[in-house]
């Protein structure tokens, strides 16, 4: 009885630490910001953590930012899990493909397409109503906000293309580190 009372204890330990590694915001790089205005490709309602994922638009905002082949490039925001984000009027429903919407994102520290929205604002246009060049969605007329947070000013200049894979830290440290 205590032999399986002490493996149940160790089981438990183990899937908890294991749970507790994968909850781990290290992988987000909270000294820089990204702030994008993007397009919904699909969103992924995860119970632990809501992702959507989208295509940002170019400067001018008339058209989704593409990689050499022709392919959108495709970005990934991660935010609190479905229940959380759906309080917040994040669903499936109301962030359905096509959506343009504006986000500030911690970006990943291995330098591939994604982050983590933090306490970030994020603001959805009217639909079919992308913002103006250099603006975000807060500024469109009809524009709803979704969560506490305000969009933050981007590390990067809006016409500095983003490079799959370019380590940004020192473009970051140029300018100084972001709040966040």
Not at 26 to 35: L, Y
Not at 81 to 109: C, D, H, K, M
Not at 139 to 162: C, K, M, R, Y
């Amino acid at each position: 009885m205590k032999t399986a009372a002490v493996m149940a204890t160790g089981l438990s330990l183990s899937v908890g630490s294991a749970a507790y590694a994968h909850h781990s915001f290290a992988m987000f790089d909270n000294t820089q910001v990204r702030v994008f205005t993007g397009v919904v490709t699909r969103i992924n309602p995860d119970a632990n953590h809501l992702q959507i994922f989208f295509a940002p638009l170019n400067d001018e905002h008339t058209t989704v930012v593409r990689d050499e082949a022709g392919d959108p490039i495709i970005w990934a925001v991660e935010m609190a899990g479905s229940a959380q984000a759906a309080a917040e009027g994040i669903t499936v429903n109301n962030f359905a493909p096509g959506t343009i919407f504006s986000v500030g994102l911690y970006p990943l520290r291995n330098g591939q397409p994604g982050g983590d929205r933090g306490n970030m604002g994020l603001w959805k246009c009217p639909a079919n109503t992308p913002p103006a060049p250099g603006q975000m969605c807060d500024s469109v007329d009809g524009a709803t906000q979704h969560g506490e947070g305000e969009i933050p000013v981007n590390d990067l200049e809006l016409d500095q293309p983003f490079v799959p894979g370019q380590d940004y830290t020192e473009d970051a440290e140029e300018g100084g580190e972001a709040d966040g």
